[in-house]
């Protein structure tokens, strides 16, 4: 805590004005390297509380509900920092032996602090998705040694990109697609009013209905080009400045609007 106080003071008052501008980036960029590394601290306690069942003492089922109550993290937070934890912290035997992490390349790339807590997060999830059974363990940790190589030096948005085609590469038959019947149980819908007046909506669609919401979506909500006339008369193209999401939404709110306008409509002619 002292340090740390100190060395807000130092740059609080003042303490950068002497630095050239480059000596300005190499502070900052080593005070990013401290904040890669800080979640190691994390990683520790969550062992620590796992392993001495912490979140039992404090009546919570899980450690992201203990998270949740005891540090106020949102769900997803907790979530992310339990599945961090799990991915690339340290790990004991039953025997009481230590173990090198689930991922000790993306490991040890945090401990060095050359990747950021959303990379970290980026390659967890792309590996999670190659741990089901029956895929070639090669390729599986092929996967794992091209995304901690260039982890370090693609941008996050990249590295999402390059997370996907790597995971296409190791598992290209994708995930074993859900019956019917497991679909059909998994359905659900929720829509609620928040406090500012919008509407939250999340869920997970059968494929039939899906897919039935994607024809009808798909077309209204594709790129449209106003055109805006100059005194000239010359004509210019707008376009569509809207990204992808408010289209969808836009598309949402012209299905809506003819579903409605269609109970005033006769049934036929």
Same mark, same amino acid.
């Given at each position: @805590? @002292?340090?740390?106080a100190e060395l807000v003071e130092t740059v609080e008052t003042g303490g950068l004005d002497q630095l050239a501008a480059d000596q300005k980036v190499v502070v900052w960029q080593r005070f990013e390297t401290l904040r890669n590394r800080l979640p190691l601290v994390d990683h520790n306690l969550i062992a +620590?509380?796992?392993a001495t069942d912490l979140a039992e003492t404090y009546c919570s089922s899980t450690l *992201? !509900?203990?998270?949740?109550q005891v540090l106020q993290l949102s769900p997803t937070e907790a979530a992310s920092r339990v599945r961090a934890a799990a991915a690339v912290g340290p790990r004991t035997s039953m025997l009481g032996e230590q173990l090198e992490p689930v991922l000790p390349r993306l490991a040890a790339l945090q401990r060095s602090g050359v990747v950021s807590v959303e990379k970290v997060q980026i390659v967890e999830r792309a590996m +999670?998705? /190659?741990?089901?059974? %029956? /895929?070639?363990?090669?390729?599986?940790? *092929?996967?794992?040694q091209l995304l901690t190589q260039y982890a370090p030096v693609l941008a996050p948005v990249?590295?999402?990109r390059y997370a996907l085609s790597v995971v296409d590469a190791a598992d290209p038959d994708g995930p074993e697609p859900i019956d019917d019947q497991q679909q059909h149980d998994? !359905? +659900?819908?929720? /829509?609620?009013? !928040?406090?500012?007046?919008m509407w939250q909506l999340a869920g997970k669609l *059968?494929?039939?209905? %899906?897919?039935?919401?994607?024809?009808?979506? @798909?077309?209204?909500?594709?790129?449209?080009? *106003?055109?805006?006339? %100059?005194? @000239?008369?010359?004509?210019?193209p707008i376009p569509d400045a809207r990204p992808h999401g408010q289209r969808l +939404?836009? %598309?949402?709110?012209?299905?809506?609007? !003819?579903?409605?306008k269609m109970a005033d409509q006769p049934a036929s002619g």
């Open positions: @805590d @002292d340090v740390f +620590h509380a796992e *992201t !509900r203990f998270l949740v +999670h998705k /190659l741990t089901r059974p %029956g /895929l070639n363990p090669e390729a599986v940790d *092929t996967a794992e990249e590295l999402r998994r !359905r +659900h819908v929720e /829509l609620k009013q !928040r406090r500012d007046g *059968t494929n039939t209905v %899906g897919a039935q919401l994607n024809a009808i979506l @798909d077309p209204l909500s594709k790129p449209r080009t *106003t055109t805006l006339e %100059g005194e @000239d008369g010359q004509i210019t +939404h836009d %598309g949402l709110d012209e299905m809506c609007a !003819r579903v409605l």
